[in-house]
């Protein structure tokens, strides 16, 4: 049973243009979200997250998105680099537990 | 990350064989956890542990899956017996509780089960 769902297994975008991921859950007790960005042979790293109180986070070329109405949330990146060519990984979690629900990944190819 | 150091970073058993996978975090991170990555599921939680004390297990998915965290610089996964579905990636990832970071991850152990 599959708590958060990223249903695009890839994405390929043009260098310069905006890359949407977008994520879905169905627990409505997740009130943190993040994203987190995997290249090959490395561990996640942390990019981005955002509140359930909020319903924008942004920082430099990443923007968080979250409706909380349609229990979705999306990841903009804009301008899209080469260097931005990695797995996305959406999370999840509850309030008063470190316990992080991810979703399947997004391979996100940016192309020259 | 060089804060967690993994071992070994990649590992060839046969069946039936014992694993232990092994995690080195840093100091200042209360809590430690245990993911495992597959082409089917995904990155999935099996275990962690906040002040070296195990708080959800319910990941572990049989009982030959066992992981311990002796002490704040270490923690170990075992696998035993060890069959070809355990193949994956494991990670660890620390994060300091409550605190303002989230958590972050070693750089893996893939195991490979023939």
């Known amino acids: 049973d599959q708590q958060v769902k990223q249903n695009s297994p890839s994405l390929s975008v043009q260098e310069g243009r905006i890359s949407i991921l977008n994520c879905d859950y169905t627990n409505s007790m997740f009130d943190y979200f993040l994203w987190y960005k995997k290249y090959p042979a490395e561990g996640p790293t942390f990019l981005i997250s955002i509140s359930s109180i909020k319903d924008k986070n942004e920082d430099g070329r990443f923007t968080v998105f979250l409706n909380k109405s349609a229990k979705h949330l999306s990841l903009h990146i804009v301008p899209s680099q080469p260097g931005d060519s990695a797995v996305y990984f959406c999370?999840?979690?509850?309030?008063?537990?470190?316990?992080?629900?991810f979703g399947k990944g997004t391979k996100l190819t940016v192309n020259p | 990350d060089a804060g967690v150091i993994q071992s070994p970073r990649h590992e060839v058993t046969e069946m039936g064989q014992e694993v232990t996978l092994r995690c080195k975090p840093i100091?200042?991170?209360?809590?430690l956890f245990w993911y495992r990555q597959t082409m089917m599921r995904g990155l999935e939680l099996l275990i962690y542990?906040?002040?070296?004390?195990?708080?959800?297990d319910s990941g572990m998915p049989e009982d030959r899956f066992s992981a311990k965290m002796p002490n704040a610089s270490f923690s170990t996964l075992k696998i035993q017996p060890s069959e070809p579905r355990d193949s994956a990636v494991y990670f660890c990832?620390?994060?300091?509780?409550?605190?303002?970071?989230?958590?972050?991850f070693g750089q893996g152990t893939r195991l490979t089960v023939v």
């Open positions: 100091s200042g991170h209360n809590s």
């Open positions: 542990f906040n002040n070296n004390v195990p708080i959800d």
């Open positions: 999370a999840a979690r509850k309030g008063g537990s470190e316990k992080l629900v």
């Open positions: 990832a620390l994060k300091a509780t409550g605190g303002n970071t989230e958590a972050f």
